[in-house]
């Protein structure tokens, strides 16, 4: 394997082998400023409104503490690895899967995070539209992308921590404004814990709940692209902290019970979907609704398109063997998010997302089945390097090809639907255990 240049700085320009350097290591509250860029978005408001809608309150909020729990467990385990190793998402797929087979994993995060960049984009330009109805959609999504994609020129060093930093406080005031201006209009609802469903509560909702979150796993893959940017000595406090509960409880439980009051208390909402929500935020709240709308869905933008970016340029270098700077990636992932948000496709990307997210549990099964073996445990970053890596790991490739098909096949048997996620990462770790462990040691190991 190549060895790493010291002039390396950031995943998207590494060689293909190489991690992060200690040289380039962050400051630990820098990096968390960064990775929480991603627990604000309307996202996570709406789902846990719909989940309630759909299964019942307390089931969703069951779901939640759940997923937080799972979450903070699994991303201690990766964030702690990655932090040792220096590994992004692509030079650690190149471990389990082969220089070549790597590329699938860059190539799902990336499509991934431009499918929610494009989302997470159409709320901003559909709330700017609704708030000046003179500026066409068109125009408000190029301005959306225009102001989006130099923000990540720079990478997670130079100042996105700093943007997301200033900008948290905002999100955060923003969602307790939100709250008391629904109660000040619509008076205080006592009863919001027992939203849900017309008639009975499905039996074991909070599991379908659970299973939910289980399906943007995908963020346990982002993991390695912030993680691998913190220092080791403060591996434990971002392993507890910064990938761990705190982040956890405030992206799926607090927007999560923060979007069920709201929608339970607000009248004539409509059909439930983000543009609602926002609508009814900038029925509260005026201009103050769309600056609100902005934060969260910039903060959040700022790392999916990093993420699109960094895993684009991996993607091209590994399969297509072809590199550029890597503001040509960004600009490449602003003209895709443009496309998908002048195009009506949404159906068939949430039928891609359903895909996509058992092929991200089976990758997390993979790795974590790594990670926790003993060979993972004792990977450092300079025996990593060492490493000879073949261009097709078939071992590897094997065990996550199967969890994902043993995921796929539960998503299209009506009784095994709720279980697809559980079933595609439990047998892709023990596949992987079976036939994927030991064939590549560290050198420092066998010396």
Not at 324 to 346: E, K, N, Q, S
Not at 419 to 428: E, I, L
């Amino acid at each position: 394997m190549a060895h790493l240049s010291s002039s390396s700085s950031d995943p998207g320009n590494l060689p293909d082998a190489g991690g992060v350097p200690d040289v380039a290591r962050m400051r630990p509250l820098a990096l968390t400023m960064a990775w929480w860029a991603i627990c604000s978005g309307m996202f996570y408001i709406v789902i846990g409104a719909t989940l309630a809608l759909t299964y019942g309150a307390r089931n969703a909020l069951i779901g939640m503490a759940l997923s937080v729990v799972s979450y903070a467990l699994v991303n201690g385990i990766v964030s702690r690895y990655a932090i040792r190793t220096g590994l992004s998402v692509a030079t650690f797929s190149r471990l389990l899967f082969g220089s070549a087979g790597a590329a699938l994993a860059t190539l799902i995060l990336f499509v991934t995070a431009i499918y929610y960049a494009m989302f997470e984009g159409s709320v901003i330009a559909a709330a700017l539209g609704d708030l000046y109805p003179q500026i066409s959609f068109g125009w408000a999504a190029l301005i959306v992308v225009l102001y989006s994609v130099p923000l990540v020129f720079g990478g997670v060093q130079k100042w996105l921590d700093k943007f997301n930093g200033v900008l948290l406080p905002f999100y955060l005031v923003g969602l307790l404004v939100a709250v008391l201006l629904t109660t000040r209009e619509y008076g205080f609802n006592s009863a919001w814990l027992d939203f849900g469903p017309k008639g009975a509560v499905p039996a074991y909702g909070w599991w379908s709940c659970f299973v939910f979150y289980m399906g943007i796993w995908g963020l346990m893959m982002s993991t390695f692209d912030f993680a691998c940017y913190g220092r080791k000595a403060d591996a434990g406090f971002h392993g507890h902290f910064t990938f761990g509960a705190p982040f956890y409880l405030v992206t799926f439980l607090l927007n999560g019970a923060a979007g069920i009051y709201i929608v339970s208390t607000t009248a004539d909402l409509g059909s439930l979907t983000e543009m609602s929500v926002v609508k009814a935020l900038l029925k509260l709240m005026g201009v103050w609704g769309l600056l609100f709308v902005w934060v969260t869905q910039t903060r959040i933008n700022t790392a999916n398109y990093y993420l699109a970016m960094v895993n684009m340029q991996a993607f091209s270098r590994q399969a297509l063997k072809f590199n550029a700077p890597r503001y040509v990636f960004a600009i490449l992932v602003g003209v895709a998010v443009y496309a998908l948000m002048m195009a009506d496709v949404t159906s068939k990307i949430l039928q891609a997302l359903a895909w996509q997210g058992v092929f991200i549990v089976a990758w997390v099964g993979v790795a974590v089945a790594h990670i926790t073996s003993a060979q993972g445990r004792v990977a450092t970053q300079v025996s990593v390097q060492a490493l000879s890596i073949p261009a097709w790991d078939r071992p590897g490739l094997a065990a996550w090809v199967v969890g994902a098909a043993a995921g796929v096949v539960c998503l299209y048997v009506p009784s095994l639907t709720a279980f697809s996620a559980p079933v595609s990462f439990a047998v892709a770790f023990v596949a992987y255990r079976l036939v994927g462990v030991g064939r590549h040691m560290p050198v420092s190991a066998t010396a």
